[in-house]
């Protein structure tokens, strides 16, 4: 089934991009209560926009999208506002209010993220023979769990390297650790650059 250029294409794309999502959302997490002390609930509210928009958009809006304009269309500016959201987030400092510098972000990455997914499984299936669709679909969602696994494994890595290494040179734990975040978040919005590229020169709309 790899044979298909869209089931390929669209695999590694999501890949890509979840492994930027997924680090931001448990770094994102770690950001603001070891950072801007807040506790689990203020965390789940803080990251509320980003499901509601994922859902909203997911619900009709951007099938019509990918209906009208075509899914690969619609994936690339999703994927743009994504890399937006996570590096103004790369930004968020050591005392960020949270409506200036943080839900700025949650928008883009929900409106980002509500627009991919949809159009990357459009694509993944519409490179898919009848008999082999419930592979593509299998493999879609594999993607999922692989992409969010080496993402969170890269980008908490480095994230950590990057805070002990400001901690070994004196830094205060709350500056070494906005750091080693930020630094993730900047890796991530690359890894989901990388996507933009394979998207542009791999996919082929065909919704």
Do not use: C, H, W
């Amino acid at each position: 089934i790899f044979r298909s250029r869209n089931v390929s294409g669209a695999n590694v794309v999501q890949v890509l991009m979840v492994a930027g999502m997924y680090g931001m959302f448990f770094l994102g997490a770690l950001y603001m209560q070891r950072v801007l002390g807040y506790g689990a609930l203020e965390v789940g509210l803080a990251f509320l926009p980003v499901a509601l928009l994922i859902g909203t958009l997911s619900l009709g809006f951007s099938a019509n999208l990918n209906m009208r304009f075509g899914a690969k269309a619609t994936l690339l500016p999703g994927l743009f506002l994504i890399v937006a959201g996570l590096a103004l987030f790369s930004r968020a400092p050591l005392d960020a209010n949270y409506l200036v510098d943080i839900l700025p972000s949650m928008v883009l990455l929900g409106t980002g993220a509500g627009l991919s997914f949809p159009s990357m499984m459009t694509l993944a299936m519409s490179g898919a023979t009848r008999s082999d669709s419930g592979l593509a679909s299998g493999l879609v969602n594999t993607s999922l769990q692989v992409g969010g696994a080496l993402g969170l494994a890269t980008l908490a890595t480095l994230a950590t390297t990057r805070t002990d290494n400001l901690l070994a040179s004196g830094e205060s734990t709350a500056s070494a650790l906005t750091d080693g975040y930020q630094l993730a978040f900047v890796v991530g919005a690359g890894l989901v650059i990388a996507a933009i590229g394979i998207a542009l020169t791999v996919l082929r709309s065909e919704a």
